[in-house]
């Protein structure tokens, strides 16, 4: 069983900044998705498992950036110029297959999840 633990989560000003961790043992493409209070979860961000190519929803591009460690098997979320509306509760899934996806069903493993909450 793999297990993701998620770091970083917290209370910020809009315009200001947080990086959220994912520590997972393996190789896995790694993926960020948000569940704000009422709505559904949905994609933030995604990379590939050496590191290379990612992908990000529309609403975080320019903002936010995923990156990876693979030396310290760590995933982060670096989120800047946050918005009221990124507040969420933030996930991190990791995917057995390869290919970067953003449909929450092909993700296997799940984080614990991290409140980021983002005041105006």
């Known amino acids: 069983q793999v297990q993701l633990i998620e770091s970083g989560g917290g209370l910020v000003q809009t315009g200001g900044s947080l990086r959220l961790s994912c520590a997972a043992s393996g190789r896995y493409t790694m993926g960020w998705f948000r569940q704000a209070p009422g709505k559904e979860r949905e994609f933030v961000a995604a990379?590939?498992?050496?590191?290379?190519?990612?992908r990000y929803a529309d609403s975080v591009k320019g903002r936010f950036t995923i990156s990876r460690d693979n030396a310290k098997n760590t995933v982060y979320l670096q989120m800047n110029s946050l918005k009221p509306e990124d507040t969420a509760v933030y996930y991190c899934?990791?995917?057995?297959?390869?290919?970067?996806?953003?449909?929450?069903?092909?993700?296997?493993?799940w984080g614990q999840g991290s409140q980021v909450t983002v005041s105006s």
């Open positions: 990379i590939w498992w050496n590191g290379g190519p990612t």
């Open positions: 899934a990791a995917r057995r297959s390869f290919s970067i996806v953003t449909v929450q069903q092909e993700y296997d493993y």
